[in-house]
C-alpha cells in the first residue's frame, strides 16, 4: 500500500454557509431520524456513537453528545460555547482530509447533538500501539497529507488554528486517506486575541499555554506527532522532538525537520505548511529517486507577497525556495512577546489536571537545548537511506487490522 497513490486528487471546493443559528426541532422527530447503533468512544466533552441515518438510506455516521455538567454552570458553559464553535467551523469546510459534517440538533432540553460522516478506519494512535512506529518512508506520506489538511485551514480568508493535532486525531482509512477527526478546540486566527488555554501534553508548543497559538502552531503539534509515528515514542511536553538519537534509523533529513517543527520560539520554525510539505516531498524523493515532485508543490515558491492587515505574510521570502528567511520578516508580527523559558515552569497542578499529565517537565533551558547533529559527524551521515524503505509487511499487517 502507497499512501502517495492516493493523493492526487484535488481537494473539494470550500462551500460557504450562512452564520450558524440554532433552530429548536421537535425531538422526537430528530431522534426518529438517526438509529444509534453503538457508542464509539467518550472524552472529555462528549460521547461519540456509530449510527445510521434513515434520511439517508441508513447510511452510516458519527453522532456526538455534550455531556452536561449541571453541576458546574461555568464548565457547562464553556463546554457548549466549544461546541457551538466546532459546528460553526465544520459549517464551512469542504476538504477530502476533513471529516464532514452534516447535521447540528438542540433537543427540546438543551441536548446537544452534532452529526458527522462516519470515517472507516483506525487512528494512528491506535496503529502505532498494535504494530509500532511506521518508519520513516510511511511517516513522510502521512506528513504530506496532514501537510495538505494544514495548507488548507492556515491559508482560508480567516485562517483555522487546528490546535489539537496528534496521532489519535487522524484516522486512516483503508484506501491510504488520511483524516482530520476532531475540531472541539479549533478556533479562528485572530492575532491580537488571546485565545482558551488548552493543552495537550507533548503535542502542544509553548505559547499555547499562554492561550497564544498560531498558525505555527499547528507545526510544532506535526512535528511532535511525525517524532512519534517514526518511533513510537509520546513526545515529552515542551521539548524539541529528535527521534534521530534514540532511533539511528530514522532518515537525517525527517529527524532535521521534526528538530526544526518543534522548535520553542515559532520564528524558528519552517514558516508554513506549504514549504513543510516541500521539505516532505524532496526526503520522497530522496528515497525514491524516479519519484517526481508533483509542480503544484513547486507553485508557493515565490516572491513574498505583501502581509494582511492584522496577520502573518501570507508568504515569506524562501531562500533556495526552501528555509525562511527570518531577516526580512517583520519582527514581532504578532505584537506580543514570547513565553519566556522561566514561565514555561509555572504550570499550576489545575492546569496539568487539565491537560491529564500529572507530572508536567520542566523544559530544558536554552543552553541544554539539542542541536542539530554537524553534517560532517560521520555517524550522522553513516545513516544511508536506502534502508529506511519499510518492509511490506507492516503494510500487510496493517490490511489485516482493518479487516478485524
Not at 484506501?175 to 482530520?180: C, D, L, S, T
Not at 518543534?262 to 524523493?285: M, S, W
Not at 515565490?302 to 524562501?318: E, F, H, I, R
Request: charged share 25%.
Amino acid at each position: 500500500m502507497n499512501l502517495l497513490l492516493y493523493r492526487y486528487r484535488e481537494a473539494r471546493p470550500c462551500v460557504q454557509v450562512p452564520e450558524l443559528k440554532l433552530v429548536i426541532q421537535s425531538s422526537a422527530d430528530w431522534f426518529q431520524r438517526y438509529r444509534f447503533c453503538q457508542p464509539l468512544g467518550q472524552g472529555g466533552m462528549g460521547v461519540i456513537y456509530l449510527a445510521e441515518d434513515k434520511a439517508q438510506g441508513n447510511i452510516q455516521c458519527v453522532v456526538k453528545q455534550l455531556i452536561s455538567k449541571p453541576s458546574n454552570p461555568d464548565e457547562q458553559f464553556e463546554a457548549e460555547r466549544l461546541f457551538k464553535r466546532e459546528v460553526e467551523i465544520l459549517r464551512q469546510l469542504d476538504h477530502s482530509g476533513i471529516v464532514r459534517f452534516s447535521d447540528f440538533h438542540v433537543t427540546d432540553d438543551g441536548k446537544y447533538f452534532l452529526v458527522m460522516d462516519y470515517v472507516p478506519g483506525k487512528n494512528l494512535d491506535s496503529i502505532v500501539q498494535n504494530y509500532g512506529p511506521f518508519g520513516s518512508e510511511a511517516t513522510v506520506e502521512i506528513g504530506i497529507q496532514c501537510c495538505e489538511v494544514l495548507e488548507y485551514l492556515h491559508e482560508r480568508d480567516q485562517p483555522i488554528i487546528y490546535r489539537d493535532l496528534k496521532p489519535s486525531n487522524l484516522m486512516l482509512t483503508p484506501e491510504g486517506q488520511i483524516v482530520f477527526i476532531d475540531f472541539g478546540i479549533a478556533r479562528m486566527f485572530m492575532p491580537k486575541q488571546a485565545a482558551t488555554r488548552v493543552v495537550t501534553a507533548g503535542y502542544s508548543p509553548p505559547e499555547q499555554y499562554f492561550g497564544r497559538p498560531e498558525t505555527r502552531s499547528d507545526l510544532y503539534a506535526l512535528g511532535a506527532t511525525l517524532g512519534h509515528l517514526c518511533t513510537g515514542v509520546r513526545p515529552k511536553p515542551l521539548t524539541v522532538s529528535a527521534p534521530g538519537i534514540t532511533h539511528p534509523d530514522v532518515i537525517p533529513e525527517l529527524d532535521d525537520l521534526i528538530r526544526r517543527l518543534t522548535a520553542h520560539n515559532p520564528e524558528d520554525r519552517p514558516f508554513g505548511a506549504r514549504e513543510v510539505r516541500y521539505e516532505l516531498y524532496k526526503i520522497y524523493h530522496g528515497i525514491h529517486p524516479d519519484f517526481e515532485i508533483p509542480e503544484e508543490a513547486l507553485v508557493p515558491l515565490q516572491a513574498t507577497v505583501a502581509p494582511k492587515k492584522d496577520g502573518p505574510p501570507t508568504n515569506p521570502n524562501l531562500r533556495s525556495g526552501l528555509h525562511s528567511d527570518s531577516s526580512k520578516r517583520p519582527a514581532n508580527w504578532l505584537e506580543r512577546e514570547q513565553p519566556k523559558e522561566e514561565d514555561l515552569q509555572k504550570v499550576t497542578r489545575k492546569d496539568a489536571e487539565r491537560i491529564n499529565y500529572s507530572d508536567v517537565q520542566n523544559p530544558r533551558k536554552t543552553s541544554e537545548r539539542l542541536t542539530r547533529p554537524d553534517a560532517k559527524d560521520s555517524n550522522y551521515r553513516r545513516r544511508n537511506t536506502q534502508t529506511q524503505q519499510p518492509s511490506q509487511s507492516f503494510w500487510d499487517k496493517l490490511r489485516q487490522f482493518f479487516n478485524k
